[in-house]
C-alpha cells in the first residue's frame, strides 16, 4: 500500500509564505507524476500544480508567478512553495500521484488526507 503524507499547511496573512511537502511511502515500483490540488469551502477540487517524473510543470494561471512546485525523487517527495499568498488561495491542499505498485502493474491514482491553508486578509 502507498501513503502520501502531507505538511506544512497553516494560518498565513496575506503576502505570506508557505511551504508543503508530500512524501510517499509504502511499497512501489516506481512513483510518476506528483500534484497538488485544493478545495476550497463549496468549490470543487482543482489542481494547483503538476510536476512530472521528468520534472515537466503545469501551473493554474492563478497561482503562476507565485507558487513554485518541484520533487525529491531521491526522497519521494513534492514540495509546493507558496508566496505571496491571497485569501482566495484558502483551502485544503490534496497531494496526488500516479503510481505503478510492480512493474506489470497498470498505473494507479493516490491521495493524501490534505492539510490545511488559511490566509487571512
Known amino acids: 500500500q502507498v501513503q502520501l503524507v502531507e505538511s506544512g499547511g497553516g494560518l498565513v496573512q496575506a503576502g505570506g509564505s508557505l511551504r508543503l511537502s508530500c512524501t510517499a511511502s509504502?511499497?512501489?515500483?516506481?512513483?510518476?507524476?506528483m500534484g497538488w490540488y485544493r478545495q476550497a469551502p463549496g468549490k470543487q477540487r482543482e489542481l494547483v500544480a503538476g510536476i512530472t517524473s521528468g520534472r515537466s510543470i503545469t501551473y493554474s494561471d492563478s497561482v503562476k508567478g507565485r507558487f513554485t512546485v518541484s520533487r525529491d525523487n531521491a526522497k519521494n517527495t513534492a514540495y509546493l512553495q507558496m508566496n505571496s499568498l491571497k485569501p482566495e488561495d484558502t483551502g485544503v491542499y490534496y497531494c496526488?500521484?500516479?503510481?505503478?505498485?510492480?512493474?506489470?502493474?497498470?498505473?494507479?491514482?493516490?491521495w493524501g488526507h490534505g492539510t490545511q491553508v488559511t490566509v487571512s486578509s
Open positions: 496526488k500521484a500516479t503510481v505503478k505498485r510492480y512493474w506489470y502493474s497498470s498505473v494507479q491514482d493516490c
Open positions: 509504502g511499497s512501489f515500483f516506481s512513483l510518476n507524476d
